[in-house]
């Protein structure tokens, strides 16, 4: 079955706010933890990973937080643009399933 | 290299015919992966190849479904007997592992998109 999950279908923001995505995990034998972006029509695209020995990384205007105790990833995107509406799924390195995934919908 | 291209891009077809869908990966990469995604649902597993090797199959892969990756280059997917439930996006990617461990993220191609009338 999968080992990775979404906790919220849906998420709607305000441009401009900041994105928070959550994803629960139960493949604990991942070496790092990777979100995906999928835009409608197009495959999903990486984003942003951290290892499993990291507590946090940043990117441009994306954060990953990765909380080992409870299993527990987010992404946090930084305002949060309309390009940003997608679908966001987050998977570990020896995983090949992805859970439903995250719609993001930015409203101008 | 211009990334994982797949073909066709979009396929209309009738119910109980048979369709293939090509996926041509990232030259250097040894893994190529087949999902099919249909609408408000994240990618479903169906199958992966290590090189030539098809190491996994789903068991949503019935025995309509076959994949091939005779070379350990390119890979194709074909469905015999389509069905109205087949109707889906089938996406390949494919990503560079040492031994079992990937050692990156998976790269996908823009999906196949079949519809069965």
Redesign the interface.
Known sequence: GESVGLHLPTLSVQEGDNSIINCAYSNSASDYFIWYKQESGKGPQFIIDIRSNMDKRQGQRVTVLLNKTVKHLSLQIAATQPGDSAVYFCAGNNDMRFGAGTRLTVKP | DTG?SQDPRHKITKRGQNVTFRCDPISEHNRL?W?RQTL??????LT?FQNEAQL?KSRLLSDRFSAERPKGSFSTLEIQRTEQGDSAMY?C?SSLSVGA???????????SRLTVL
């Open positions: 994982v992966y999902y408000g649902q994240g990618p479903e597993f992966y996994e996406l990617a461990v990937l050692t990156g993220e998976l790269f996908f191609g823009e999906g």
